[in-house]
């Protein structure tokens, strides 16, 4: 079984959101809002499906325009952590900041999601600092970290791993 990584539609929309539910519960997005996301898409939005045998098994979203990336989203369906299938979602997002001139890219993760963190260290992002209070509606505090990039190069790590949602 390989896992096929695809730009994400709207067609993608219900396995997306179920996927969000599942992964953020409170502070999952909305229908709307992905629209939102979907229809700035090339222009400064890259999000991206892994399917396994045809079903969406995870999603990942990077805000790419000018000289910084920001990872907005990244979640692996509980049942396929461990396949490094948010390895994958991530070197690909990495790969398109790199294409898009990013020197850098920053991300948000929650303090509490352990898992998440060792992946992003993993593939080379640092801590900087911390957002109080930034997940809503649970107050919840984010690591900020950042990654540099060889523009046209992203030269994404270690493969493989674990894989857990973003925020």
Request: proline letters at 2%; hydrophobic letters at 45%; one cysteine or more.
């Amino acid at each position: 079984m390989s896992v096929a990584l695809r730009q994400m539609t709207k067609a993608d929309l219900d396995a997306v959101i179920e996927l969000e539910h599942a992964a953020f519960a409170e502070e999952a997005w909305t229908r709307q809002m992905l629209i939102g996301e979907l229809d700035q898409q090339p222009a400064s939005r890259y999000y991206l499906v892994a399917q396994l045998d045809g079903q969406v098994v995870g999603y990942a979203g990077l805000l790419g325009a000018g000289w910084q990336g920001d990872v907005l989203t990244l979640a692996v369906a509980r049942l396929h952590w461990g396949r490094g299938i948010g390895s994958a979602l991530l070197e690909a997002l990495l790969a398109e900041a790199a294409r898009r001139g990013c020197a850098e890219v920053f991300l948000e993760v929650r303090t509490d999601n352990v898992r998440a963190q060792q992946l992003y260290a993993r593939h080379e992002f640092s801590q900087i600092g911390i957002r109080r209070g930034y997940y809503q509606p649970s107050g919840a505090d984010a690591v900020v970290m950042r990654r540099a990039l060889t523009p046209g190069k992203a030269g994404a790590g270690a493969a493989g791993g674990t894989t857990e949602e973003h925020r």
